[in-house]
């Protein structure tokens, strides 16, 4: 039983977005952008928490080299959340 949980989580999806693909004045396209930042941001959140996790590990071992991990660490995050951004200027126009 445990095998179709995601199948009728996806298919639920599609039944709820059906009436979106197929409208043809582009109303109530906004269950579809919803779901577009709702993904992304939870993508983001896992990510930046990976990222924060390895960098916490990394100092924890090494103390000596935070200096040094700092700056990829900030960068690595600028381009996490860059992808969420991008996500919320999709959302916007659809």
């Known amino acids: ?4 949980i995601p199948v009728l989580t996806v298919m639920t999806a599609m039944l709820l ?3 979106d693909a197929f ?3 582009g109303g109530g396209s906004n269950i579809g952008a919803g779901m577009t930042m709702g993904l992304a941001v939870l993508g983001g ?3 930046q928490g990976i990222a924060a996790k390895g960098m916490f590990e990394s100092v924890s ?3 000596q080299a935070a ?3 700092n700056a990829p660490f900030y960068v690595g995050l ?3 959340e860059s992808l969420c951004l991008f996500a919320l200027v999709v ?3 659809i």
Do not use: T
């Open 17 to 19: 977005m059906s009436g």
């Open 45 to 47: 959140a896992l990510a």
């Open 67 to 69: 200096a040094a991990l």
């Open 91 to 93: 959302a916007f126009s």
């Open 61 to 63: 071992r090494n103390p």
């Open 78 to 80: 600028a381009f996490i």
């Open 1 to 4: 039983m445990k095998k179709w």
């Open 23 to 25: 409208a043809q004045d």
